[in-house]
């Protein structure tokens, strides 16, 4: 009996050839999944180091407000990175910085003089995968940061 005519090659023909197709699909599924995980892998990074920005913005203005002899000439009730140009000296260059680090963002900064407290929320945009909201379709978002430091006596 030669391999050519046995019942057991006759019956398996064109099966291997499915099996390849779903096997190739699968693995394309995972791949697809593999890079989709890297997109979103490099867009936390890009938003941590965004969130990393406006703290260390929010550090830097307290550190301004606590050093100046009054600390209210730090106060903003609703600043803009587009609007630096209406603040002056030492705040005015910190705002043209954020403006280059974090376009597009706000910041509000307040003093309480009876609890010798500054406080700095930064509101910047990043982008969001995958969520969203009523107010934001996906792709946009916006993240803040609030930090609140409190003046010794």
């Known amino acids: 009996m030669t391999l ?8 398996q023909r ?3 050839l499915i099996e390849v197709l779903i096997a190739v699909l699968i693995l394309g599924i995972g791949l697809l999944g593999a ?7 490099l867009q ?3 938003n941590a180091e965004l969130r990393t920005q406006a703290t260390l913005f929010a550090q830097e203005l307290s550190e301004l407000a606590r050093t100046a002899s009054n600390p ?3 106060v903003q009730a609703s600043g803009s ?6 603040l002056s000296g030492e705040f005015e260059l910190w ?3 954020m403006s280059h680090t974090l376009p597009g963002s706000t910041f509000v900064s307040t003093w309480s003089g009876a609890n010798l407290e500054f406080t700095t929320t930064i509101t910047w945009p990043e982008r969001v995968m995958y969520f969203e ?12 940061y609030t930090l609140i430091t409190r003046f010794t006596p």
């Open 4 to 11: 050519f005519n046995s019942p057991i090659r006759s019956a």
């Open 14 to 16: 064109g099966f291997t």
């Open 35 to 41: 890079a989709a995980l890297q997109l979103l892998s």
């Open 44 to 46: 936390n990074i890009s």
């Open 72 to 74: 209210s000439t730090f």
């Open 81 to 86: 990175t587009a609007s630096c140009s209406a």
């Open 95 to 97: 705002c043209d910085e």
């Open 133 to 144: 909201t009523a107010n934001s379709p996906a792709g946009e978002g916006t993240s803040s």
